[in-house]
């Protein structure tokens, strides 16, 4: 599994909007300065979780971003793969399972693949917004 910086531009914001639901609305200029990541990019990241239903915005001078549903309520993996596709080393789990059942020279590569992917998705998919932000 990879995740790109833009992947982990989009977990830092989360991670901000999560300590700060459902309180507040925050500006992206204020992530963006807080977690140094180039606003534009921000604005992109935003827009692509907004399209995913992960985030909501309000305009007008008082507007800003804000968390859809409870940080426990949103999993890491729902945000990764919104913003970096599937969680395995290469495809997604269908692809890897059709490598292994038709590629009897190769298969066990494509297990272990298979193998990593599952054991990533699992710790991505019960691992909560909440759980990160409670982290130290």
Known sequence: MRISKKGLY??????????????????????????DIPEKFLELILLELKRARLVDSERGARGGYRLRRSPRQIFLGEIVRTIDGPLAPFGDAELLRRLVARDKKHRAIYRLFLDVRNAAARIMDHTSLADLCSRR
Do not use: F, Q, W
């Open 10 to 35: 989009a977990l830092k914001a989360m991670m901000v909007l999560g300590k700060n639901y459902p309180r507040r609305v925050i500006k992206i200029h204020e992530i963006a300065a807080g977690e």
